[in-house]
């Protein structure tokens, strides 16, 4: 049990609420085109954590062939070709359940590199949820109108350069860019801090 397991737990979880949310959403609409372009990073970052897992194992075609190749198929990313193989990413979840008391023991255990964790998960939901969100209340009215134009946006706020290319206009775009900067800076604060922790070990 790592940090890195219970952020790709989690991450396995708001998975599952994302591909949910695709079967109510039209699929030429630019909000389903941004929640896939958000679906083949989570896909991504699956499909490293499976060779992660894979590299790891004592033995790996026992691995393979127990939940190897779940986690292999739960990486295939939400295109019309593989929707059938979205139903593999619930045994992620149902794995994440049956090892409820591994992940509880390990944040007792580990609290601070808990919270950075826990950070980075809150940093990623938060960047998703906000970025949909905005994309949702400015097509219509403002100059974020398609799913490009809202990742780019995103990216400059979170990371706090602000071009100025792409901005809200109402009022709750506004605030959601308000909170996405305070996330921005939160996370940041909190990789320095990790890294520093990381060299202070090293020195001792």
Known sequence: M????????????????????????SHE??????????????????????????SRAENKWKYFYTIGWLDLLSSIPVVNEFRFIRVF??????????????L???IRRNKATSLYGFI????FTTLVLTTTSVLYLEQDVGNIKTAEDALWWSFVTITTVGYGDYYPV???????????????????????????????????
């Open 104 to 106: 509880i023991a390990f």
């Open 170 to 204: 109402t009022n709750s775009g506004k605030l959601l860019a308000s909170l996405l900067i305070f996330c921005g800076i939160a996370s940041f604060g909190a990789v320095i801090s990790y890294v520093n922790r990381i060299a202070v070990s090293f020195k001792d």
């Open 29 to 54: 609409s630019e909000i389903y085109q941004l929640i896939s372009y958000f679906d083949f990073i989570l896909c991504f970052i699956f499909l490293i954590d499976f060779f992660t897992q894979l």
């Open 2 to 25: 790592s940090v890195s397991n219970i952020i790709i737990s989690l991450l396995s979880i708001f998975s599952i609420f994302l591909l949910t949310l695709t079967f109510f959403i």
């Open 120 to 123: 980075v998960f809150t940093a």
């Open 89 to 102: 990413r619930v045994f992620r979840v149902l794995r994440i359940i049956k090892s409820t008391r591994l």
